[in-house]
């Protein structure tokens, strides 16, 4: 016997990829939701490649009763509406939106990095995915925390225009074309024109100076991997469709060597390394696009510190940073407390 399994905001990007994550990695369902607001009422999208179409339901009436998991990726507003009434009616709610994840009473979760902590999820029946930019990174960085305890992290991201959303992509699309044949390229998404361009801001400005999304890097990686960590972020958007990247400066407490962070990384779950000192031996975000990996390159010592450490992290941020990472999380919930059949 499977689940009944909801996918709410099944119409956007990062919904659809969840139904073709469930789809392909086989995920136990009896029954698939599609579920979105009342303008995408009726219309149909596609359950992976099984050839199997699913009209989407109006989120207004919708009845979560009777329903195992709803995979919410409709944004704070909507989720603010309906996750607590999919969670009191018995569905437990893993949410891809900002709304919850530091909520002390919501587990914050990256399966490979802090599975543990899903055990906290009955207090209110809802489990928080982690930003994007973070749920790669403590992929990356809880190996090597094991190993050699991290003081410290300075990270630059190198983020793509599909983490703003389908109005992101399209900017950068209608802006590369406008400016091939002439035409203006004013931004509408963005705060200044992202094609051929990069943009040092991601969310809203904070009254230290910092942005949001770069908040949101330190606080969730304190709560996800360790709260004595101090982290500092600059996060950039940049011209790329899908893909995130980040560079990475990890300071440890104890020594660790390239070679030994190579090692330990190799082994790692969720992680590829691809690290070869040679033209085109590291992974860029073109090759990341549709694989379920964290890619690693370019692991080297840092000279300028005692026990540091550089390193290239590069990740589907439509995949592990949302879809991917929502999935794991119903597969841990099933294994741990949903079990069936």
Not at 201 to 218: R, S
Not at 227 to 254: Q, Y
Request: glycine share 8%.
């Amino acid at each position: 016997m499977g689940y009944r399994v909801v996918v709410v905001g099944a119409t956007g990007n990062v919904g659809r990829e969840m139904l073709n994550i469930l789809a392909e990695r086989e995920f136990p369902a009896d029954e698939i939701a599609a579920v979105a607001s009342p303008r995408s009422t009726g219309t149909e999208v596609e359950y992976g490649d099984t050839g199997k179409k699913i009209k989407v339901k109006n989120i207004e009436h919708f009845d979560f009763t009777g329903w195992d998991i709803a995979l919410f990726a409709a944004g704070s507003g909507p989720t603010a509406e309906y996750a607590p009434k999919a969670a009191a009616a018995g569905c437990v709610v893993i949410d891809n939106s900002s709304l919850y994840r530091m909520d002390p009473d919501v587990p914050l979760i990256v399966p490979e990095v802090n599975p543990d902590a899903i055990d906290g999820y009955k207090k209110k029946n809802i489990i928080a995915n982690p930003n994007c930019s973070t749920a790669q990174m403590v992929v990356a960085l809880k190996p090597l925390h094991d190993a050699a305890i991290i003081k410290r992290v300075v990270v630059s991201t190198y983020q793509s225009v599909s983490g703003a959303g389908k109005e992101g992509m399209d900017e950068l699309f209608e802006q590369s074309r406008n400016i091939f044949v002439g035409d203006s390229a004013e931004p509408k998404k963005f705060t200044k024109q992202i094609a051929f361009n990069v943009i040092p801001h991601i969310d809203v400005f904070l009254d230290d100076g910092y942005t949001k999304e770069e908040w949101k890097m330190v606080v969730e990686t304190k709560k996800i991997l360790d709260p004595k960590i101090k982290l500092t972020a600059t996060c950039v958007r940049v011209p790329v469709f899908v893909g995130h990247s980040e560079a990475l400066n990890i300071e440890f407490e104890n020594e660790i060597s390239a070679e030994e962070a190579q090692n330990i990384l190799r082994e790692a779950p969720g992680i590829m390394l691809v690290d070869k000192r040679e033209d085109g031996g590291y992974v860029t975000p073109i090759e990341s696009v549709g694989d379920s990996a964290t890619y690693i390159s370019r692991v080297r010592e840092d000279p300028t510190v005692e026990n540091g450490l550089a390193l290239w992290c590069v990740s589907d941020n439509l995949r592990k940073g949302a879809a991917l990472n929502a999935v794991q999380i119903a597969e841990l919930l099933g294994r741990r407390h949903l079990k069936k059949g």
